[in-house]
């Protein structure tokens, strides 16, 4: 069973940028056919996907964020990474990464992060 759990700060001044990153266990994030992504909901909002990377190391974005996202691995540590620059109160969310081959199967719990000075 594929385990996910974010880590990262819990608030974000304006202007900077967020960095959360996706521990996985159970699997190995090479695994054949496998996407690793990054999806959150903000208050009041649905969810958004943010972007993934696959299990060849390539990186596909949502085209609404893709000019601050970046999202990243260390295949030596079985982690993935979220950097989302210029980030805005409006980027306060809960911030998942999930994982599956057709589909996002496992989920991490999420991790709560605010924008705000």
């Known amino acids: 069973q594929v385990q996910l759990q974010e880590s990262g700060p819990g608030l974000v001044k304006p202007s900077q940028t967020l960095s959360l990153t996706c521990t996985v266990s159970?699997?190995?994030?090479?695994?054949?056919?496998?996407?690793w992504g990054w999806i959150r909901r903000s208050p009041g909002e649905g969810l958004e996907w943010m972007g993934a990377?696959?299990?060849?190391?390539?990186?596909y974005y949502n085209p609404s964020l893709k000019s601050r996202t970046s999202i990243s691995r260390d295949t030596s540590k079985n982690q993935f990474t979220l950097q989302l620059s210029s980030v805005t109160p409006e980027d306060t969310a809960v911030y998942y990464c999930?994982?599956?081959?057709?589909?996002?199967?496992?989920w991490g719990q999420g991790t709560q992060v605010a924008v705000s000075s």
């Open positions: 159970g699997g190995s994030i090479t695994t054949n056919s496998y996407y």
């Open positions: 999930a994982s599956g081959t057709r589909g996002y199967v496992y």
């Open positions: 990377i696959d299990w060849r190391g390539n990186t």
